[in-house]
């Protein structure tokens, strides 16, 4: 056997194992950042041309043009303009609509979470804190509704309301508060008997005071993460009744409706139906992307992947 000389410093295995990693591989530091800032970057492009597209656009998004229409992109116009993504059926710019769509969808869908997750929230915390009748009752109602597919209870509510954007942002409500009423109860239930909420009822504290300082803090951080994964449910939702014309009226471009008037035109001008889901695919992919690292974030137990 031989053995180390006295004085010999030992070999550095530290460059091995970094040569050992796959070649163009990024550590995995940098993928969870990647993860969180691409969808995050898409999804802020994505409101920025939402909120000021339609000031800038040349186009009415309404405005038709018969001597326009169905022209592919990048086509040139009857006055010399340029229509990037092409025109539909009866002419109107394809990128204006698309542009009006995003800022309707982000509105349905920022208004259907804010509702939904403040009446579903303040249930949930409640149920959670107060338990008793009030807890049975609301979450039964919350299990009922949810035994049913959200997107035929939304068609249900959708077509005995009416189609406008008031309405969309009712039924998107009603059929998304149970699950922030769940998420809301069960973090009450798990926050209320913590050490710090018990010291807080021993000093002297209300029921209030409990809640607001030591229940609503730790409710909040789930139920955001909660807001951004059903962020992009809503739209799909609300894309899918404007296409059955059940939400957005016709007269307001939506993604829906956009991708409704090109399914009759698929074999000869695809792009009136294909650019806009494309659209919306590539919107939901991010929104469900941002949504599961924020929730890996927010988790201790799988923080530390």
């Not at 796959?22 to 492009?45: D, E, K, M, N």
């Not at 990048?74 to 993504?85: F, I, W, Y």
């Not at 994964?229 to 609300?238: D, K, P, R, S, T």
């Amino acid at each position: 056997m031989t053995g180390a000389v006295p004085g010999t410093p030992l070999p550095d295995v530290a460059p091995a194992a970094a040569e050992a990693t796959p070649t163009g591989t990024p550590p995995p530091a940098r993928r969870r950042r990647l993860r969180l800032w691409i969808p995050l970057g898409v999804i802020a492009a994505y409101l920025v041309a939402g909120v000021f597209g339609p000031m800038v656009a040349r186009y009415d998004p309404i405005a038709t043009s018969v001597t326009d229409r169905l022209l592919p992109p990048g086509s040139r116009l009857a006055d010399g303009g340029l229509a990037l993504l092409g025109t539909d059926q009866v002419g109107r710019d394809l990128l204006a609509q698309i542009m009006q769509g995003a800022r309707v969808s982000m509105l349905v869908g920022a208004a259907t979470l804010l509702i939904a997750g403040t009446i579903g929230s303040a249930l949930g915390v409640l149920c959670g804190y107060r338990g008793g009748v009030v807890d049975t009752v609301v979450m039964r109602l919350a299990d009922i509704q949810l035994a049913f597919p959200s997107i035929l209870l939304a068609v249900f509510v959708a077509g005995v309301l009416g189609a406008s954007v008031t309405n969309v942002v009712l039924t998107l409500s009603i059929t998304t508060w149970p699950v922030f009423a769940r998420v809301a109860r069960a973090q009450t239930l798990a926050t209320r008997s913590r050490d710090f909420a018990n010291a807080a009822r021993t000093l002297g504290a209300g029921p209030w005071h409990v809640v607001r300082h030591c229940v609503l803090p730790a409710v909040l951080s789930p139920v955001l993460v909660v807001a951004t994964v059903q962020l992009g449910f809503v739209i799909v939702a609300e894309a899918s009744l404007s296409f059955l014309s059940l939400g957005i009226p016709p007269g307001t471009p939506s993604w829906g409706t956009t991708i409704a008037n090109g399914r009759d035109h698929l074999a000869g001008a695809w792009w009136i139906a294909t650019l806009p889901g494309l659209v919306l695919a590539l919107f939901v992919v991010c929104a469900g992307v941002l949504g599961d690292e924020l929730r890996d974030r927010s988790d201790p137990n799988l923080s530390t992947r």
